[in-house]
């Protein structure tokens, strides 16, 4: 279901973005900017008020409501990236990946 609005409103899968942001392991969310973060909130409350209110029922009905709360947050993503001239999603990490340690042996 997170993959499903994740994928809706950004374009991407949970994989891509990660891939995109050069994580392995680490956990996205740790590296989303404020806005990522906020579309992504925006999404998934909206698919949560869709599901309640279509009393969705099952993974397909979910799945439903998650493509329409992920359309919700995407037309004001795109909204804004049209408003301000700068995409949303980068490739740019909120924290800073942790450094390569090396053990010595």
């Known amino acids: 279901m997170t993959n499903i609005i994740h994928q809706e409103w ?4 949970v994989k891509k973005h990660k891939d995109l942001k050069g994580l392995k392991s680490q956990n996205l969310r740790d590296h989303m900017s404020e806005a990522e ?8 409350l909206s698919t949560r008020k869709i599901a309640e209110i279509d009393n969705a029922k099952g993974v397909s009905q979910n799945a439903i409501a998650g493509k329409k ?5 995407k037309d004001a993503r795109l909204a804004l990236e049209q408003k301000t001239g700068k995409n949303v999603i980068t490739n740019e990490n909120f924290l800073p990946l942790p450094k390569n340690n090396k053990k010595m042996s």
């Open 37 to 44: 973060l906020i579309f992504t909130a925006l999404a998934e």
């Open 10 to 13: 950004t374009s991407l899968t």
């Open 69 to 73: 709360g992920g359309k919700i947050a």
